[in-house]
Nanobody, 119 residues
Framework: QVQLVESGGGLVQPGGSLRLSCAAS????????MGWYRQAPGSQRDLVAT???????NYADSVKGRFTISRDNAKNTVYLQMNSLKPEDTAVYYC?????????????WGQGTQVTVSS
């Protein structure tokens, strides 16, 4: 089992910045992907950004150039630096860890952290 604990959400004005953190603990494999998804009220949960242990990243088009994902593999922690925030970035942000053992894929989610962009 894997536990994910997120932190860093809050209220910020348009154009501002926030940094989210997600620390994983438990049975974590040497190769995995950690990342962020977000869900606004009445909407589906969408990809924001992911990063593998080997550094491969994937970003949603809507955040490219504004958000940066990074991770500390020694601490099993992933970060999301969010700059130039817009009201449409308002959502609950969820951390996700994916890992596989043979053909079995496992995924784990954090509890979510609220990000509100408003003046």
């Amino acid at each position: 089992q894997v536990q994910l604990v997120e932190s860093g959400g809050g209220l910020v004005q348009p154009g501002g910045s926030l940094r989210l953190s997600c620390a994983a603990s438990g049975m974590i494999f040497s190769f995995n992907s950690m990342g962020w998804y977000r869900q606004a009220p009445g909407s589906q949960r969408d990809l924001v950004a992911t990063m593998t242990t080997t550094g491969t990243t994937n970003y949603a088009d809507s955040v490219k150039g504004r958000f940066t994902i990074s991770r500390d593999n020694a601490k099993n922690t992933v970060y999301l630096q969010m700059n130039s925030l817009k009201p449409e970035d308002t959502a609950v942000y969820y951390c996700k860890l994916e890992q596989s053992l043979s053909v079995i894929r496992y995924e784990f989610w954090g509890q979510g952290t609220q990000v509100t962009v408003s003046s």
